[in-house]
């Protein structure tokens, strides 16, 4: 498995790549690296230990991208910090506070999560008390997605990565083909859709239809 360094690097690359071919609107959001002052602040307000590979993407900071096909948006990034992540958990343990949630992944997220992005499903780090740092991904419309994503930080970052960085909300199989034909050479490292665990994850969330691996969705024929 690729080192967090590797991986950041990998992602600029494939950046820089997808922006050559010229075929997609690309807006660049940089964001600052984390303090270990942030970091430590997160750790003491959340009693939690944040995973290394975490804390080395947070001392490293990172770009987040929208990349847009007409009007299909394909990929918005939006990770976020320490300080970002303090925010957006301590606002969700307050509303825990008074509303305990029933779904174990969303009562995972407001114990002892760390949050890494925000908006729509984000994913977090179960990273507090009896978790092992797994990442869930929290779903805010739809039945919840009890497996985890991955087994850490990285080999999340490596998956998401190695399938395009594709995070399509609508799970458009169409969609998905389409931009991964264009994208893949751009991939530094791909991992084919039918392996690929990320995809295999995004896919449980629909069952019409379904992304590759999942029971159907098979690549259209060429015409």
Wanted: glycine content about 10%; proline content about 7%.
């Amino acid at each position: 498995m690729a080192t967090i360094q590797q991986l950041l690097e990998a992602h600029s690359k494939f950046v820089n790549a997808v922006e050559a071919l010229g075929a997609f609107d690309i807006v660049r959001r940089p964001l600052r690296a984390s303090t270990a002052a942030e970091i430590a602040q997160l750790e003491r307000a959340l009693g939690v230990v944040v995973p290394a590979d975490l804390r080395a993407f947070w001392e490293h900071g990172f770009e987040n991208v929208s990349l847009c096909d007409g009007d299909a948006v394909i990929i918005t990034e939006t990770f976020v910090g320490a300080k970002g992540a303090l925010e957006s958990a301590e606002i969700t343990r307050k509303i825990a506070g008074d509303y305990p949630p029933s779904d174990p992944v969303e009562l995972r997220w407001a114990q002892s999560g760390i949050p890494f992005h925000e908006g729509e499903d984000p994913c977090f780090i179960d990273a507090g008390k009896g978790g092992d740092g797994s990442v869930f991904q929290r779903i805010n419309d739809g039945d919840p997605l009890l497996d985890p994503v991955a087994k850490s930080f990285t080999e999340y970052f490596e998956r998401w990565l190695g399938a395009g960085c594709y995070s399509y909300g609508k799970g458009d199989v169409k969609t998905f083909w389409k931009y991964w034909d264009r994208v893949r050479p751009c991939v530094p490292d791909p991992i084919e859709p039918g392996r690929n665990a990320w995809l295999l994850h995004h896919g449980k969330r629909y069952e019409n239809p379904k992304f590759p691996g999942t029971g159907g969705a098979k690549k259209p024929k060429a015409r």
